[in-house]
């Protein structure tokens, strides 16, 4: 009979392991020792190994070799191996960043503030970019600026960025305001215009169906909060564009609403629900905002963080474990409208795409089509109960 002996995941000195487990016996132990990498837990009372899945293979091999039977049923590592978690070190916040610049640096920032205003950038665009370029600017406060050369772009992307664990979109904003800030500087041994962003990660939207849809909605008890997630999926809306409505931009007789100044400087007309109509005239009604649709405090625009907490709420309440975010529910709107027939240029029009490229990703998703499609193993039961008469109904089980 053959010895058995038993890997299972093990979570030691911060890293995973490789546990072997095996009844006393001298034999196996003097075998095992022999494997390149083994050590001992005193700790756990067992030999193991760092865990890789090459280890895993030439350990198992080691193992067969030997004359052992192997079980290592345990080693399901996508539900046993702890998640590492990337350490994010938290920068500083941005007055303390500006109050440490030598004059010389503080002007240059206003000047490419400045700069970014004339190009006609968003707002929310010169703030994320200023506030790069801020950061640069504390990276190199102790360096003249005539000394600047582009190994100093070099160092900061490594020592700052990187470092930081930014998001791959993040790190392209980040190339980007220093492409502008290179270009007013003027410098000839500080240029970034030949710098190249990082590709943008593809991933696919989190669509929810729309029986999920409704039962977030539902579930919703308040009812500014009912009609914020009703009107950002009936709509498309991207978030900031619904928080800058304003009361004259809806037009309930004609069933539209008007987004002014979306992305790119684009305004654009929706069509509204008829469903959504009783419910938005009993929010403006009960609420009775006067600048803004949807007003905050003092009659501010309401808060995005209010939206994204409300909405994760929700969500609980509703079952929906999917990770949602107010985007989400544009993606949803995309998708929906996409699989009940709608051509995917007035999609690209109602969502405010500018290149049609972007509205595709939906295509993915939809179930429209795709799901229409037979399945490979329908097709060969059904062209082997063809083929054999006497096999009218084929059971996978063999039964």
Known sequence: MKLVITLKPLWHHNKQQI?????????????????????????????????????????????????????????SYLKNTPKKKTIKIKPPHKVILYRELPK?????????????????????TITIYSYFILRFLNYVKDVNKNQWETRHIDLFMENVIAKEAYSISTHRQSISALKYFTNLCKLPLFDASDYERPKKSKHLPIVLSNEAIID???VTKN?????????????????????????PDIDIARS?????????????????????????????????PTNYLIEGRDGNAYSAVSVRYFLKQSCKLAGINQKVTPHTL???YATHMLENGV???????????????????????????????????????????????NNKKVLLSGK
């Not at 490419?112 to 950038?121: A, E, F, M, Q």
């Open 19 to 75: 546990a072997i487990g095996f009844g006393y016996h001298d034999t196996i132990r003097k075998y095992i020792k022999q494997f390149e990498g083994v050590l001992w837990s005193n700790t756990h009372k067992t030999f193991y190994v760092n865990y890789s899945q090459e280890t895993l293979h030439k350990l198992f091999r080691f193992l067969q070799h030997g004359g052992y039977f192997v079980d290592y049923s345990s080693m």
């Open 330 to 332: 544009r993606h949803c």
């Open 256 to 288: 539209q609403i008007r987004v002014l100044k979306g992305k790119g400087r684009k305004d654009r007309v929706v069509s509204m629900s008829e469903v959504i109509k009783p419910l938005l005239i009993n929010y403006i009604n009960t609420y009775q």
């Open 223 to 247: 009812l500014k909060h009912r009609v914020i997630i009703a009107l950002l999926y009936s709509c498309g809306f991207r978030i900031g564009e619904l928080l800058q409505l304003k009361l």
């Open 343 to 389: 051509d995917l240029r007035y999609i690209q029009e109602l969502l405010g795409h500018a290149k049609p490229e972007t509205t595709m990703v939906y295509t993915h998703v939809a179930k429209k089509d795709i799901m229409q499609i037979p399945n490979p193993l329908d097709v060969a039961i059904k062209g082997y109960m063809e083929s054999d008469k």
């Open 104 to 124: 010389s640096h503080k002007d240059l920032l206003k000047d490419y503030v400045n700069n970014l205003k004339g190009k006609r950038l968003s707002e929310s």
């Open 216 to 218: 977030l909605i539902r």
